[in-house]
């Protein structure tokens, strides 16, 4: 068939069926390749079994450490437009935050019928503050691809994640959540607006990819950020709640004969349409969990294709599911302790005197940034570098103290590395004007 047509029969189809998310194409194209489905079967046996055994599946009733996963975003643009501001990338965070915390405040619009099952995913994302060669990062890696190059679902399937295809190449996945951040769009049109790797695939592949416009809190009118909190659902190991076996057409087909994995989602026949039509009921044989009820299909889920607005939630059954693979893959085992580091501080720590003896406020800084600091010996030299390194102030801090006018800078990440004889701190601070 000629390349174009396929294209335009592809995308036909795209739109007609309202596509949003390609991880289940990508998955299936993984696939193709025998010892990554003989992993990918692997992680699903494996969680299976975990999640077996009632004893695991009891104890996340309790109340548990929060599990933090560093994140880093791949920006890979081919204009100054796509390369989107550390702003935006931070509220993404703040808004993955709020949804796996089930903070979200329109939890409250759940229905009756739904809101006993929310669940606290118990996870939060911060940006890595030490890269895979053990230095400090702002989290955020920035990379200029050239104009023609291909991200779209048709040709370029993770492209973005390949240097040689003027992508970027992720970091280790059992230290960091790699969520690439680029143009997916061919012919100037959208299809897609994400898609993710289930655990258990290619590390090298591992992540989450969406498009560059859709990233954020406040991206688009009536889109929330929860592309993305769809997609790192995915990632934990989500299947979409209508289990993939609509026709894909409009209007769709409905079965109701597959699965999520999942029992406290009603069984669903098609996805939604970026709305949210409450009087959904798609199929009415639900699986003994609800006990003869016929429940609605469960719109609010992160997990179907409603709008922004409508989502609230993720299950406690989906929760059991994300923590099965949390405990039985070996690269989600390793991502919830990773050293990459959650907290604030990142570089030397040698002198815990002195890093229990930093201030920087207020964050983020608007017109001045104030810095107080204390050794116990000797003089302290503070350093501002931008996020790229450029060291653009360096004093002496005699008195422990220094103010930084920021009202010129420009809006983003910065560090303060703070040096004495006894070692070294370096914390990051962002400028918001
Ligand atoms: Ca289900
Ligand atoms: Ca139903
Ligand atoms: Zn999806």
Redesign the pocket.
């Known amino acids: 068939m000629n390349k174009f047509l396929f294209a335009f029969l592809f995308l036909s189809g795209f739109a007609f069926s309202q596509e949003q998310c390609a991880t289940m194409p990508a998955y299936y194209k993984h696939l193709n390749d025998a010892s990554v489905k003989q992993t990918y079967a692997i992680a699903e046996t494996k969680a299976r079994q975990w999640l077996s055994n009632p004893v695991n599946k009891a104890s996340l009733q309790n109340k548990n450490a929060i599990i933090k996963i560093p994140v880093v975003f791949h920006v890979v643009y081919k204009n100054a437009t796509q390369n989107i501001h550390d702003s935006l990338l931070l509220s993404q965070i703040n808004v993955l935050n709020e949804c796996f915390r089930k903070q979200n405040a329109n939890y409250s619009n759940t229905r009756p019928v739904f809101d006993t099952l929310g669940a606290d995913i118990e996870i939060e994302f911060c940006l890595a503050s030490t890269d895979p060669d053990g230095n400090p990062t702002t989290g955020i890696v920035r990379k200029s691809a050239p104009s023609n190059a291909q991200f779209d679902p048709l040709f370029g399937f993770d492209n973005m994640k390949k240097p040689s295809k003027g992508g970027d190449t992720a970091w280790a996945n059992t230290s960091y959540l790699n969520i690439w951040v680029g143009d997916m769009s061919i012919f100037s049109i959208t299809a897609v607006l994400g898609y993710a790797t289930f655990p258990g695939g290619d590390p090298a592949l591992d992540g989450v990819v969406i498009q560059w416009d859709y990233i954020g809190k406040y991206a688009k009118p009536s889109f929330l950020g929860r592309t993305t909190v769809h997609e790192v659902g995915h990632w934990l190991g989500m299947r979409h709640?209508w289990?993939d076996d609509d026709n894909g057409s409009n209007p769709q087909t409905v079965y109701c004969d597959s699965?999520?994995?999942?029992?406290?989602?009603?069984?669903?026949g098609p996805k939604s349409s970026t709305d949210c039509n409450i009087t959904k009921n798609t199929c009415s044989l639900e699986?003994a969990y609800w006990g003869g009820l016929d429940a609605p299909d469960?719109v609010e889920n992160y997990m179907d294709y409603s709008s922004d607005a409508c989502m609230t939630m993720f299950t406690k059954?989906q929760k059991a599911r994300m923590y099965s693979f949390l405990n039985t893959d070996a690269a989600r085992i390793a991502v919830k302790t990773s050293t990459a580091a959650c907290a604030s501080v990142v570089g030397l720590e040698k002198n815990s005197f002195l890093n229990e003896n930093v201030t920087l406020y207020p964050v983020p800084a608007n017109n001045e940034l104030r810095i107080e600091c204390r050794a116990k010996t000797g003089d302290l030299t503070i350093s501002v570098l931008t996020a790229d390194g450029r060291v653009i102030l360096n004093e002496k801090a005699i008195t422990g103290r220094l103010n930084v006018n920021t009202s010129t800078m420009a809006e983003g990440f910065y560090f303060v590395k703070i040096e004495g004889v006894e070692g070294s701190v370096t914390r990051k601070f962002m400028v918001l004007h």
Do not use: L, Q, W
């Open positions: 709640i289990a699965t999520d994995f999942v029992d406290d989602t009603p069984n669903a699986v469960m059954g």
